[in-house]
């Protein structure tokens, strides 16, 4: 619990949200890369329909995603029945575990979009290139299409980070109210307003206010900068 301006704030719900964001992240970069670079390169009539199941979190209200999350991952369910198989003891459902989950749903297409517009925007006369000097497909990937596709990571990164860290939904559904176990700051504001505490909540409110400001314009600050080099 720390005092700001006066109001106390705890710091579980903000030192939750982080380590969720955190690894949401890492884990959407890790697998969302490859699905990105798939669908990219992809050229068949299923694309677009691939495209529009990984945008559907765009437009799907998170309290359906976290309904069926919850549906599919309660404890007699077939997912954590099958991991049970495997020596799994804990539950996926009201825990940290859970949260991530939910999250990786949720925010999926935040790292695949910015990465699938960045791999398509490559131009493929410099992967002949290296295909010429007999670069293998992972060697191309990674030393043509990643460097020249650094804008899309940064804008994936940060665009998901920033997405889970406000999340509501989505985690309320499946993950509960427990504090210091799955109430992250977003519940915390809410659990301000329902018991009247207007000035923690707006406190942490105008963090979040400020936090998804400066998270936009340190996108749209590198796009400038980006587009002025290539106009150069």
Do not use: C
């Amino acid at each position: 619990m720390i005092e700001i301006f006066g109001v106390n704030i705890g710091l579980g719900p903000i030192w939750l949200t982080l380590k969720v964001a955190f690894v949401t992240t890492s884990i959407l970069l890790f697998l969302g890369t490859p699905l990105a670079w798939a669908v990219a390169r992809m050229r068949s009539r299923f694309k677009i329909f691939i495209e529009a199941v990984v945008a559907l979190p765009l437009v799907l209200p998170p309290t359906v995603l976290g309904f069926y999350l919850l549906i599919v991952l309660n404890p007699d369910g077939l997912v954590t029945g099958a991991l049970r198989l495997f020596g799994f003891e804990g539950q996926l459902t009201f825990s940290f575990t859970g949260l991530v989950i939910g999250s990786v749903f949720y925010s999926l297409p935040f790292t695949v979009q910015p990465l699938m517009h960045a791999f398509e925007a490559v131009p493929q006369k410099f992967l002949d290139a290296a295909a010429m000097m007999r670069a293998s497909a992972l060697d191309r990937f990674f030393t043509v299409v990643v460097p020249l596709s650094r804008q899309g990571f940064f804008v994936a990164g940060t665009l998901t980070f920033a997405h889970t860290v406000g999340e509501f939904g989505v985690v309320l559904m499946i993950g509960g109210n427990i504090p210091e176990k799955t109430r992250l700051v977003s519940i915390d504001i809410f659990n301000h307003v329902e018991t009247l505490a207007y000035s923690q909540a707006h406190l942490l409110s105008g963090v979040m206010l400020l936090f998804s400001l400066a998270v936009l314009l340190m996108v749209y600050s590198f796009n400038f900068r980006l587009g002025l080099k290539f106009r150069q």
